[in-house]
């Protein structure tokens, strides 16, 4: 709780949870069955077991806090209980997951029937849900929290002599505020205001869509959700990268198809312009359905799109967010110590950002975290010399280009 003195601001640069379904299918899901084993390799075992934990329990205290909201609520975000069914289309990936998973049922024990051939999710509208919760927040705390909505920071500066109890000076085109303590909650445009973040966080477009069910395909999206996996490809010469995975869900009501990817040009991934749809990633989407469901479209090839968006993910150097109080070497002036960030859920926010914000202001406020919360998300200067860094960004790439390996020194 934070005390009773204090007011919270949110500015927001478009409108108020303008990016809940703008990269996002809906999916409250922990990848950590899959990723268990990558995670191990690249930070090590007991990091792995901390993140997977973290995950699991993010998912859990996020599904007890919409239960505990009113009825009207949890019906409009449509929350519910399904087993997310994840098929996979190629052999090397197949047997990567499948030790991945039983890598992490020995290392998580308490959760080892978590991931398994099927395994259970919950699906809900993230747009529907926040609104409500921002709603049900403004209300009880009409005279501390302000939401300023369609109100882009331009300019954060740390000037403590005029005012040393709220020493920033806040700039947006709506005029200047004061404030105690600034939290980034920019994602991949968290390089916008902290310019040295720059290529160790870096926008990432993903496409969306709704599509019309096809004429024989059966309602199973309260039961069921799904996805498709196969390696990720990046063609060194063209630039086209496909990055392996399709998302879908069904609406319980409707019978509609929510799916998603990301395969398109280079150019048109590695870019925070959201203001159109990859071509390439509209031929995907409207032919992947019938693919995918053995019955639903019959001898049609390709499914009707009703609606297409594009939205922008934060991605990082080392594939992990970066949280917790930003260390000076991001910042311009030295004696900065109020500004703290939560950025760069790479695509899977879904089963972090609740929990992330809740160790964050617990951190704010001095509390020790650490027993819980992932430490290799935390934000250090040896992070940002070793795996936060440019090059690794690039090495990522170019080592999906080329599948034997690259050496970093060549970038």
Known sequence: MLPATLSVTV???RTLVSGATGRNGGHLVTASGHTFGPLAKQHGVEAAKQITRFSILNI???ME???????????????RDVLKVMAVGDEETWKAAKQSVLDFQQAVPEHQSYHRIIRKEDVPEPYRLLTGIYDRLLKKYSQRLAIEANTPVVGVEFSPISDSDH????TTPRGVIRAKKVIHCTNAYASHL???LAGRIYPFRGTMSVQKPGPALKNLGASRSWSLSHKASLD??????DTGLYYLQQNALTGRIWIGNEPAYMKDILTSDDTYVPAEATKALSTVLPKFFLDGWGSETTSEIEAIWSGIQGHTADGLPIVGQIPEPLLETSGDDGQWMACGFNGYGMDKCWLTGEALAKMMFGEDVSDWFPQAYIVTEERLQKGLTSDRTLLKFAQIAKPGGVKSEKL
């Open 167 to 170: 020493p920033y000076l806040i």
């Open 11 to 13: 500015l927001e640069a």
């Open 60 to 62: 859990e205290r996020l």
């Open 194 to 196: 902290l310019p040295k």
């Open 65 to 79: 806090m919409v239960k505990e909201m009113d009825q009207e609520l949890q019906e409009a975000c449509q929350i």
């Open 236 to 241: 060194a010469e063209t630039g086209f990268y």
